[in-house]
């Protein structure tokens, strides 16, 4: 198994007449080296090649993937991530008509809430039937706003985060840091 200090993973538009064009494909960066190809290859050489990960960022690619990959993707990076390892979540947020301008979108769009299930006492409570395996991240959730939009700009945190859940267009973006802890997973 390798190591590595950082992955970063993002969308890879590809070129049709190129080996994964897909219309995109995934570019992940493992400590200065870029890979691209499609989901399985990547989430595959993620399982099988690397431990002990330090960080993970997912760029731009979340929104892009079918809830299945979704939740293959937290998986994997739950179970790569050494203790104390952070994964990293961009994405598109849910109100902000960003989130439906790529064509290739899955449905649902990004929203806060499936994060809640990153945590093994929440998708207990909410939601047994998902599988996350031993997945039990502790998560932060905040968003990236629209500092043209005077209106959004000139408030507060604790409003801005009122506005990710209830206003439209003042979101642009969702921000999830899911941290992995050393609590052992009850069941």
């Not at 937290?74 to 952070?86: A, E, F, M, S």
């Not at 998560?139 to 985060?161: H, L, Q, W």
Request: glycine share 4%; net charge negative; proline share 4%.
């Amino acid at each position: 198994m390798k190591t590595a200090t950082k992955i970063t993973v993002t969308k890879n538009n590809s070129q049709p007449g190129t080996e994964f064009y897909s219309p995109w494909s995934i570019s992940f960066t493992v400590d200065g080296v870029t890979l691209t190809g499609d989901f399985d290859y990547f989430n595959d050489t993620l399982r099988q090649d690397y431990s002990d990960v330090g960080e993970i960022e997912v760029l731009g690619l979340f929104h892009l993937l079918t809830m299945d990959q979704r939740v293959e993707l937290v998986k994997t990076c739950y179970n790569i991530l050494k203790k104390d390892g952070i994964c990293r979540v961009v994405a598109p947020h849910w109100s902000s008509s960003k989130a439906y301008m790529d064509p290739g979108i899955q449905w649902p769009p990004v929203a806060a809430e499936f994060f809640f299930l990153t945590k093994a006492e929440h998708r207990k409570q909410l939601a047994p039937h998902v599988d996350f395996g031993d997945v039990d991240f502790f998560y932060s959730i905040s968003g990236n706003y629209d500092t043209n939009d005077a209106f959004v700009a000139m408030r507060n945190d604790e409003t801005k985060s009122t506005f990710m859940h209830r206003n439209i267009n003042c979101t642009t973006d969702i921000v999830v840091n899911l941290h992995k802890t050393c609590q052992t997973v009850s069941t």
